[in-house]
Nanobody
């Protein structure tokens, strides 16, 4: 059974930092592209950052230079370091694992965690 379990969310003040973790099981982690998404109340879910199986990283413009995605294949874990947090970063952050071939997600090999709440407020 495939499981993705996020942790590390919480309440922080503007300017603060958090590190989110997503631990995966039941997949061959090293061949999957990994991504973090977020969804704020009343808003569309957006891609925050992704890191491919080969290590290529992309960020949303809104978080570039503030967030850092990384992965540890030996631990089957992907991380998202959130720094210089702003109230607009408040959202549920979810981890995604997918097999991507030629920029296409392979049907049946796409998995999601339950999400972890990040709240940025003074």
């Amino acid at each position: 059974q495939v499981q993705l379990v996020e942790s590390g969310g919480g309440l922080v003040q503007p300017g603060g930092s958090l590190r989110l973790s997503c631990a995966a099981s039941g997949i061959l982690f090293g061949i999957y592209d990994m991504a973090w998404y977020r969804q704020a109340p009343g808003k569309q879910r957006e891609l925050v950052a992704c890191i491919t199986s080969s290590g290529t990283i992309n960020y949303a413009d809104s978080v570039k230079d503030r967030f850092t995605i990384s992965r540890d294949n030996a631990k089957n874990t992907v991380y998202l370091q959130l720094s210089s947090l702003k109230p607009e970063d408040t959202a549920v952050y979810s981890c995604n694992a997918g097999l991507v071939v030629r920029s296409t997600l392979v049907q049946g090999y796409d998995y999601w965690g339950q999400g972890t709440q990040v709240t940025v407020s003074s």
